[in-house]
């Protein structure tokens, strides 16, 4: 049957077209095993998401950004760039720096090696405290704001503003701020270096947001404290919002888009202790019976 299938022409056509799919798919399953594998996939992978961390604490970093002044004898600038290198007009030499998970800025200095930089607040601003050769020094992100500290404040006089300036950081940190709306409960707490944002519905789904920041800046006017915070979760973004006290409550308000589906939310005024240097009584006695 087979002879006689060959003998026609629809049979020789057909056996023709069969032989010529064979011996495509034969030289087309010899090409593919005989590719050479890329050895570096692994290591290409690894680079890949090395290079990608690294730009991560690059893209945090840049929130410092700009000329900073020492209160030094030899008046020292660093000028810290944007592509997380620095340098300095003296003293210091050049680098690269990055913000560590400790709120630390660390140099990499060429003369010096790695220098810590602390991050601290003063009147509302954040500053960076080291020292070289046992002497301590501040760097300030303004030089006005630094002549105004070195000429018009005494130590006390920081001490009590920093006070005040307190009082506004225990409304932002103790407890959570709330609000409901549609049946839908909203919360917003914020930690020292994060915020958590959750959504709770009535039939008790809920949605938890974390988000990391840096303090940038406290703006006092009366009764009310403007707070511009840096969000490095996927990109670098400056938002601001501000907390107002009233008779009973504290209200927390921001421009849409600062946080997930809320703009305001408020806590009671009873529900906050107030402190001189961030710790609670609770705090203060657990750290005494650690101590002990």
């Not at 077209?17 to 593919?32: G, K, P, R, Y």
């Not at 990608?52 to 700009?66: L, T, W």
Request: glycine fraction near 4%.
């Amino acid at each position: 049957m087979i002879k006689n299938l060959l003998e026609t022409k629809q049979g020789k056509y057909l056996f023709a077209a069969t032989v010529l799919l064979v011996t495509f798919l034969i030289v087309s399953t010899s090409i593919i095993l005989n590719k050479p594998v890329k050895k570096e996939t692994i290591e290409d992978t690894i680079l890949y998401h090395v290079d990608v961390e690294e730009q991560n604490i690059i893209d945090r970093s840049k929130i410092y950004s700009g000329i900073w002044y020492s209160d030094r004898d030899d008046e020292m600038i660093i000028e810290f760039l944007d592509n997380g290198t620095y340098r300095a007009d003296k003293t210091l030499s050049k680098g690269s720096y990055m913000l560590n998970e400790h709120q630390q800025v660390i140099l990499h200095d060429e003369e010096w090696g790695e220098i810590a930089l602390d991050l601290e607040t003063k009147l509302g601003r954040t500053i960076m405290l080291t020292s070289l050769n046992d002497e301590s020094f501040y760097l300030y992100p303004d030089n006005d704001f630094m002549k105004e500290v070195l000429e018009n404040y005494s130590h006390q006089d920081i001490v009590t503003e920093n006070i005040v300036y307190q009082k506004w950081l225990d409304i932002l940190n103790q407890g959570e701020w709330k609000i409901t709306s549609s049946e839908i409960e909203y919360s917003l707490e914020f930690f020292n270096d994060y915020y958590v944002q959750e959504k709770k519905t009535k039939d008790g789904e809920e949605e938890i947001i974390e988000v990391k920041f840096n303090l940038i800046s406290q703006e006092i006017d009366g009764n009310s404290c403007l707070f511009i915070i840096n969000l490095f979760e996927g990109s670098s973004q400056n938002i601001q919002f501000r907390i107002t006290e009233s008779e009973l409550v504290y209200e927390l308000t921001s421009t849409p888009g600062s946080f997930l589906w809320q703009t305001s939310f408020e806590k009671l005024i009873n529900d906050v202790e107030l402190t001189q240097d961030g710790n609670t009584k609770a705090d203060a006695e657990k750290i005494s019976l650690e101590n002990d």
